[in-house]
């Protein structure tokens, strides 16, 4: 069993900051990979990726996140979080947790965040 439970979304302005975190539990293996992903409301999948951090602390963004987006991983607690600045309404979406053990993906069950200009 692998559940992620996500925290962290609502409503803010242009130019503010929200921080998402994500709380991973599983009981069929070592989490590898943590990171999230994001889809607009209406939009065709794939979900966009945005940041992704590996058991050693290595991070990788989209070009649409860098230098606003800041991903964190704490392995004791098996939580990641993502530090969101300088928002705009482009980043309006639903907001989801993502991990992978052994090489399979598994899914939060998204948190809204919402941007106003």
């Known amino acids: 069993q692998v559940q992620l439970l996500e925290s962290g979304g609502g409503s803010v302005q242009a130019g503010g900051s929200l921080n998402l975190s994500c709380v991973a539990s599983?009981?069929?293996?070592?989490?590898?990979?943590m990171g999230w992903y994001r889809q607009e409301l209406g939009r065709e999948p794939p979900r966009e990726w945005l940041?992704?951090?590996?058991?050693?602390?290595?991070?990788d963004y989209a070009d649409s996140v860098k230098g606003r987006f800041t991903i964190s991983r704490d392995n004791a607690k098996s939580t990641v979080s993502l530090q969101m600045s300088t928002l705009s309404p482009e980043d309006t979406a639903v907001y989801y947790c993502?991990?992978?053990?052994?090489?399979?993906?598994?899914w939060g069950q998204g948190t809204q965040v919402t941007v106003s200009s």
């Open positions: 993502n991990v992978r053990i052994r090489s399979f993906p598994y």
């Open positions: 599983s009981s069929i293996g070592e989490i590898d990979t």
């Open positions: 940041a992704t951090i590996t058991r050693a602390g290595s991070a």
